[in-house]
Nanobody, 123 residues
Framework: QAHLEESGGGSVQSGGALRLSCVLS????????MAWFRQAPGKEREGVAS???????KYDDSVKGRFTISLDNVKSTMYLQMRGLKPEDTAMYYCAAHSHWSCGLGENDYDYWGQGTQVTVSS
């Protein structure tokens, strides 16, 4: 079992930056893959970036070069540094985790989800 809690969302102007945090709480010693997903109103949830326990990461093409995912294993916290934000980045952002062998952006792979944090980018 694992519990995830996000923080760091907010409202910024286009071109601005935000950093999201996600704290993983678990009683197991499993290695987790963690990821950020987002869902805009009227759209399906999409994968943004994922990071494995060894630090290897993947990004959706829409955020490459602007977003950076990182992991602090000591603090059991995942971060998403977002720069160059655009209005189309506006969405509810969710962190997710699983302890399976692959670490990608497939929503169905993830077993544990946070409650979400809202990011709003104005033009």
């Amino acid at each position: 079992q694992a519990h995830l809690e996000e923080s760091g969302g907010g409202s910024v102007q286009s071109g601005g930056a935000l950093r999201l945090s996600c704290v993983l709480s678990t009683s197991t010693s499993s290695n987790y893959c963690m990821a950020w997903f987002r869902q805009a109103p009227g759209k399906e949830r999409e994968g943004v970036a994922s990071i494995d326990f060894d630090g290897s990461s993947k990004y959706d093409d829409s955020v490459k070069g602007r977003f950076t995912i990182s992991l602090d294993n000591v603090k059991s916290t995942m971060y998403l540094q977002m720069r160059g934000l655009k209005p189309e980045d506006t969405a509810m952002y969710y962190c997710a985790a699983h302890s399976h062998w692959s670490c990608g952006l497939g929503e169905n792979d993830y077993d544990y989800w946070g409650q979400g944090t809202q990011v709003t980018v104005s033009s």
